[in-house]
């Protein structure tokens, strides 16, 4: 029985010490596979490409069976509810609404607002990514207007991975795309699909080079 609690804690040291390594492991990433010209002359079923004045761009639309499910869901639980309201059969801060006005139909469809907006930035938003010599440019737009913008400062030395950054899937972690240049970073795509992000991922790091061979130590994870 003595013997039990430093084994215990020992145990317990290592699980977290296991822990921790996974997690550098799973921030750390893994580096991007560089497309060759062929293949980025091929290009990607999902993926637009352009050259402008701006740089090189790549357009990805983030579709989701999630987004469909809940702008689906959401567009019929509206449509019943706007019925509801015309029949003089749903409630408003608990007041049952038998003669609607035009103010009600606008407070009704401001409350659905958010939801469709959850909707459509997991079915119908894009990405549009500017590679240029002198910053990294990722746009999500959920409408033409509305999203936002991501702008990363590079230098000599542009690093692409694809890494851990927070985002999950079912509980599972899933991975980013993730560029570094200059001591900072940006990451995007955590829900594209995974051909569609190691597309991207060649393709940025076919425009900017493959970053200076670095010494990388993978933490050890033992199988106990």
């Not at 449509?79 to 038998?98: P, Q, R």
Request: proline share 5%.
């Amino acid at each position: 029985m003595l013997n039990f609690i430093p084994a215990l804690g020992a145990k317990l040291v290592r699980m977290k010490e296991e822990a921790e390594a996974r997690q550098a492991a799973l921030q750390a990433g893994r580096p991007a596979k560089v497309l060759t010209d062929e293949e980025l002359a091929k290009g990607h079923p999902k993926v637009t490409s352009s050259i402008d004045f701006q740089g090189v761009g790549y357009g990805v639309r983030l579709g989701t069976w999630f987004g469909w499910i809940w702008l689906a869901f959401t567009c019929v639980h509206g449509a019943f509810m706007f019925a509801g309201l015309s029949g003089g059969t749903v409630k408003m801060n608990g007041t049952l609404i038998t003669q609607p006005h035009w103010w009600d139909f606008l407070s009704l469809s401001l409350i659905y607002v958010p939801f469709l907006l959850i909707g459509l930035a997991f079915s119908l938003a894009r990405y549009r990514v500017t590679l240029s010599d002198a910053a990294f440019v990722v746009r999500w737009r959920i409408l033409p207007y509305l999203g936002w913008t991501w702008r990363l400062p590079v230098g000599d030395g542009v690093a692409v991975t694809l890494a851990f950054r927070g985002s999950s899937d079912n509980k599972k972690p899933v991975e980013s795309i993730v560029i570094t240049s200059l001591g900072k970073e940006t990451h995007f795509g955590a829900f594209l699909p995974v051909d569609v992000k190691e597309f991207l991922a060649g393709a940025i790091q076919h425009y900017y080079g493959e970053p200076a061979a670095e010494d990388v130590s993978t933490p050890f994870i033992t199988n106990d």
